[in-house]
């Protein structure tokens, strides 16, 4: 039978239908079904040619994950190297989110599994909300073997769950210098909104006070990562390559274990603060503040408990006193007044017969005592408060404020630590500034014996009394060595710490002997204020402070269970001229200035027991061995007598 | 009558290119299945496609005017399997669509009534050809496939229901509609469409999502637009000459959904580039226009509806799978012919191309 292409009546079935398709329509078919193949050629030629670098980089996201690798933070000394904080290992949980399906499915089981309520998964969440996807989320910290089992357990059902060995902060036992080293936590919403937290993100560890705070980029060091290729269940199938993270520096501290040690013996059990520093240079060999807390608990998942335990202790064990106390400084301030009469030449000359007080303006001050006749030279061992009244009055404020300024009160100190505070000295010009009022000259009465609007931190007048001490020179104090920093760093340091920075005060020798004379009177003299805490043999001088934490008047009306005992003060040094050690004593509610020096001595004591022992270790050293007796040879040429050949 | 038929009349040239096709098809599967619990699934599909070349030659030895004659009986028995699926089947993936028989066998009744409806339709238009078709005549044959259409849909299968369309379309354009009637008919359907996604009361929230997530992939990368956006990775990926046999990252990381069914087009776009994907094109372009010719030699008027209905249940497939691979057609759940893994699509081809043979090998009886 003949094949056609058209209906034509021979194509006609028996029953007379047709039995042929049209070929028209057939060759229709055929460019039906070449017009849709090149249409889905022309999508394939779209992403696999002209997007095909697209994809690939889409592709190779999809596979390969960054796991970081954290750099360990650097660790601290002390001046002899000797280790103060330290690195433990640790293994923490984190949350991909990119691999999260159905997490509301998922959140019983990870809380179950890693000990997290529900609830505290969800406000993690949240807080991580304006963070990329891609950046895991921080779970728990610290992980137990039986949490990191789970984990391992569960990989399948939970992919988005992820394993990171991390290094934990690990700090000396019972809070031991803790507001000078500081502590480390997450990094806060607050810090991110700072211009120079801008490097770090949520999640980040960053020293939240202290030289942890100070030195964070420094100590941190820089994380690196790890390319891992991973399958869509974020199972590891290898990895690429790596960057290694680079170790954060380790910092060597100006701080003298032995002398911390002494300070943090001295303080226990009270309230308060210990400076201890090297006139010279300005290194802090010790700072103790108490009550204290333990920045172990910081580093490590802070409990509720313990957060508001801190938090609502009335002694407020997160305040650095050394920096942060602005208190009266009593009469540790007539240092500065003796500084201020000698120097205007007007204590000199100055006698005074104390009875027990004077009157000025109508107003009678009292002394604690009856002195008799009191000059410059004895007034500062009597601690006699008439003999300052009647200095201040011949002063004036501004002379005394001219001074005490110079000695650095009324300022930051720069100190290479966070959150220092300035304290006041007022000024007629301060007054007027402040309060919008004139200056009474019967308020600088008690501004002369450290009362009244005068305030100033442990750390300034140990600083002060160092710069007295050594004969004029101030010096900036500072935690950190500076040759541990690098030079642009200091300079930051410098720029965000402001302070007086090293100065230069008016004191000639003559006054500088007699000041430093009768300091050595206020220990070593029984007339002194703190003979009970003389060292036999120690050239230890000082200046006891005892201030009021409250008026005359208004103890007498109260009676509410505040402690209303007056602040113990006490800065000394030794030996008394140009002295190696200052030492800054606040002891709150310690009653008597006498009290803090007791405490003071302590440290000066280990610092000197210290360097008498270094001294013999040297004069040891030094001692030639006894020489043998060698009686058959008179002399010896052969042996370390150089036989130098002539020159000829 | 038929009276003889050979095997020197079987079209070995077709199913050369069906059997290279079969071949990537294992290849691909081996591949896509290498590190998962399916591994193993080759194997089976090897054994799908000796069953399936086995029915090829039974039925090819049925004349397939018997086939025909019976087929009222058949298009009844569809009807009634799908109704008995959607009491009785096996629940899988949140669609009942198997019925499982015992020692194991399940059986998708959808995947056969396409076969029915081929012959179905094919009878019909025979019985109208040489005349003027009337909205009655379309109406009829509408009627006749909307109502599997409208049980598979029930199970719900939107994929499988979809590829009885392009069975009426194909019968109403060869049956001879008139352009008048095209326009009225897409008109009907674009209005019907509208309103049904209007109110979206017709669709499944999955399959609105699927379209949204079609029109912007990126709406939703971990939801609804992951899979479209996994494939359209892996295929972009692949560039020209891909990334080589089992070496997908894709497809061997398990980025890539269902690698071995619905999107081992992407899986092997991914792994052999534009020029292997071209090839596979190209083989599909060369089985239709080997499928066409034999329509256009078949003997008698039924002979070609068939193929031409086969030709259009494949061209289907082809162009929603790859379509959906590569970014031009919302997800569907639709086998790509002879190369999705699966026993029912492969014994549907098969089946489909032992008719074709049969109605090669009688082209020159009457």
Not at chain 2, 175 to 186: E, H, T, Y
Not at chain 2, 200 to 215: D, S
Not at chain 2, 282 to 300: C, E
């Amino acid at each position: 039978m003949q094949m056609s292409h058209h209906i034509d009546p021979n194509d006609l079935g028996p029953n007379g239908r047709a039995e042929k398709v049209s070929a028209g329509k057939l060759h229709a078919a055929q460019y039906i079904v070449a017009g849709i193949l090149i249409v889905l050629i022309t999508g394939l030629w779209r992403l696999q040619v002209l997007g095909a670098d697209n994809f690939r980089a889409l592709a190779e996201a999809n596979r390969i994950r960054k796991v970081p690798i954290l750099a360990p933070r650097g660790r601290l000394f002390d001046r002899e190297g000797r280790l103060l904080v330290d690195n433990y290992p640790s293994v923490s949980c984190y949350l991909l989110r990119e691999q999260v399906k159905d997490f509301d499915a998922d959140l019983p089981l990870i809380s179950q599994g890693l000990h997290i309520p529900i609830e505290q998964i969800q406000a993690t969440l949240r807080r991580y909300q304006i963070a990329p996807k891609y950046q895991p989320i921080p779970l728990k910290q610290d992980i137990s073997p039986d949490e990191q089992a789970f984990i391992a357990a569960h990989r399948d059902e939970l992919p988005e769950l992820e394993t990171l060995d991390e290094q934990r902060r690990l700090y000396p036992r019972d809070g031991f210098a803790a507001h000078l080293i500081g502590y480390v936590g997450e990094v806060s919403e607050q810090m991110l909104d700072d211009p120079r937290y801008a490097f770090y993100s949520p999640g980040d560890v960053v020293g939240r006070s202290g030289v942890e705070q100070t030195y964070d980029s420094l100590l941190r060091g820089k994380d690196g990562s790890r390319d891992v290729i991973v399958n869509s269940h974020g199972k590891e199938l290898g990895h690429l390559g790596q960057e290694l993270a680079v170790p954060g520096k380790d910092l060597k501290l100006t701080i003298d274990l032995d002398l911390q040690i002494a300070a943090e013996k001295a303080l226990d059990g009270k309230n308060g603060a210990i400076v201890a520093m090297d006139p010279h240079t300005g290194e802090i060999l010790a700072m103790v503040s108490r009550p204290t807390y333990d920045p172990n608990q910081f580093s490590v998942r802070l409990t509720k408990n313990y957060w508001n335990e801190i938090i609502n202790n009335p002694d407020h064990p997160l305040l650095n006193k050394s920096l942060q106390a602005q208190l009266a400084p009593g009469s540790t301030f007539k240092i500065i007044m003796s500084v201020a009469g000698l120097q205007e030449n007007v204590a000199q000359t100055m006698h005074v017969s104390c009875n027990g007080g004077a009157e000025f303006y109508g107003h009678f001050y009292a002394c604690d005592k009856h002195h008799g006749a009191v000059d410059i030279n004895n007034a500062i061992p009597y601690s006699c408060d008439t003999f300052y009244y009647t200095l201040a009055n011949r002063l004036g404020i501004d002379t005394i404020a001219k001074y005490a300024t110079s000695v650095g009160l009324g300022q930051k100190t720069g100190i290479d630590l966070p959150d220092e505070v300035a304290g006041t000295m007022p000024s007629t010009a301060w007054k007027l500034k402040t309060q919008h009022d004139k200056w009474f000259a019967g308020e600088t009465i008690s501004v002369g014996i450290g009362q009244g609007a005068v305030t100033a931190t442990p750390m300034q007048l140990a600083r002060a009394l160092s710069g007295i001490a050594s004969g004029g020179v101030l010096r900036r104090p500072h935690v950190v060595f500076a040759d541990e920093v690098p030079s642009d760093m200091q300079q930051a340091i410098q720029e965000s710490f402001p302070g007086s920075g090293d100065a230069t005060i008016p004191l000639t020798t003559e006054n500088w002997q007699l000041i430093t004379d009768a300091m050595a009177n206020v220990t070593s003299s029984p007339i002194g204020t703190a003979y009970a805490a003389h060292l036999e043999g120690v050239d230890f001088a000082g200046k006891t402070g005892t201030a009021q934490v409250i008026g005359h008047d208004a103890l007498a009306k109260t009676n509410k269970g505040h402690n209303t005992e007056p602040n113990a003060w006490f800065v000394g040094m030794a030996p008394r001229r140009n002295p190696d050690i200052v030492v800054a004593v606040l002891w709150e509610h310690g009653n008597w200035g006498n009290n803090s020096a007791k405490l003071a001595s302590q440290i000066i004591d280990a610092y000197v027991n210290k360097q008498r022992k270094l001294d013999n270790n040297i004069r040891i050293a030094a001692t030639p061995e006894p020489a043998k007796p060698e009686p058959a040879k008179p002399t010896n040429p052969t042996s370390e007598a150089p036989t130098v050949p002539s020159a000829e | 009558m038929p009276r003889f038929s050979s095997y020197r009349d079987f079209d070995w040239v077709l199913l050369g290119f069906v059997l290279l096709l079969s071949l990537i098809s294992v290849l691909e599967i081996k591949s896509a299945t290498l590190h998962t619990k399916f591994h193993g699934f080759d194997h089976k599909q090897i054994q799908f496609l000796a069953g399936g070349i086995f029915l090829m030659f039974v039925i090819s030895l049925i004349d397939y005017h018997r086939l025909i004659d019976i087929v009222h009986w058949a298009y009844g028995v569809s009807v009634l399997s799908l109704i008995a699926v959607l009491i009785v089947g096996t629940k899988v993936l949140g669609g009942r669509r198997w019925i499982k028989f015992p020692g194991g066998i399940h059986f998708q009744p959808s995947e056969w009534v396409k076969l029915v409806l081929i012959l179905a339709v094919a009878r019909y238009f025979w019985g109208l050809a040489g005349k003027e078709l009337t909205w009655g005549d379309i109406g009829k044959a509408a009627a006749m496939v909307v109502v599997p259409m409208a049980l598979v849909l029930k199970q719900p299968d939107l994929g499988t229901a979809l590829t009885y369309l392009p069975i009426l379309i194909c019968g109403l354009f060869l049956g001879g509609i008139r352009v008048k009637q095209v326009g009225l008919v897409v008109l009907a359907l674009a209005l019907i469409g509208g309103v049904a996604w209007k109110s979206g009361k017709h669709l499944k929230p999955y399959q609105q999502a699927r379209i949204n997530a079609f029109m912007d992939p990126d709406s939703d990368p971990r939801g609804s637009g992951y899979q479209i956006r996994q494939s359209l990775i892996a295929v972009g990926s692949g560039g020209i000459w891909g990334k080589g046999a089992n070496k997908g990252s894709q497809t061997q990381g398990d980025f890539l959904p269902i690698p071995y069914t619905d999107f081992i087009f992407a899986a092997f776009c991914e792994e052999h580039g534009f020029v292997g994907a071209i090839g596979v094109l190209l083989l599909y372009f060369l089985i239709l226009m080997r499928l066409i010719q034999n329509a256009q030699t078949a003997s008698d008027l039924p002979g070609s509806f068939i193929i031409m209905g086969v030709v259009a249940v494949i061209v289907f497939q082809i162009a929603v799978n790859v379509g959906m691979v590569v970014g031009l057609m919302p997800v569907t759940g639709i086998p790509l012919p002879l190369l999705s893994y699966g026993g029912s699509s492969v014994l549907f081809t098969f089946l489909s191309l032992g008719i074709v043979m049969n109605i090669r090998m009688r082209r020159f009886v009457n």
